[in-house]
């Protein structure tokens, strides 16, 4: 059984900063990709950032000069630095990763169960 569990979503003003925390637990064996999405109502889902084993990083055009991905590899744990948020980055931001177990070597993408962050004055 793998958890991720996410912290850090919450309220902000336009220009403000958060930083989103997603950290996996369970019968781990590996963990390859990471990464956030976010849903807004009404929008499909769509791939803020990712981030592989070895570090490389992609984002998608809105965020890029923004938002900064990393990871703790130490810790299973990936992390989201959002900066100069605007009010259409207001979305539930859901972490995933592609983990190994110890039961199912193949990895499988697993969700963590989602973070509100509001843009608002």
């Known amino acids: 059984q793998v958890q991720l569990v996410e912290s850090g979503g919450g309220a902000v003003q336009p220009g403000g900063s958060l930083r989103l925390s997603c950290a996996a637990s369970?019968?781990?064996?590996?963990?390859?990709?990471m990464g956030w999405y976010r849903q807004a109502p009404g929008n499909e889902r769509e791939l803020v950032a990712g981030?592989?084993?070895?570090?490389?990083?992609n984002y998608a055009d809105s965020v890029k000069g923004r938002f900064t991905i990393s990871r703790d590899n130490a810790k299973n744990t990936v992390y989201l630095q959002m900066n100069s948020l605007k009010p259409e980055d207001t979305a539930v931001y859901l972490c995933?990763?592609?983990?190994?177990?110890?039961?199912?070597?193949?990895?499988?993408?697993?969700w963590g169960q989602g973070t509100q962050v509001t843009v608002s004055s």
């Open positions: 981030i592989s084993d070895g570090g490389s990083t």
């Open positions: 995933y990763g592609l983990i190994s177990t110890t039961q199912v070597p193949r990895p499988a993408r697993y």
């Open positions: 369970g019968n781990i064996f590996s963990i390859n990709a």
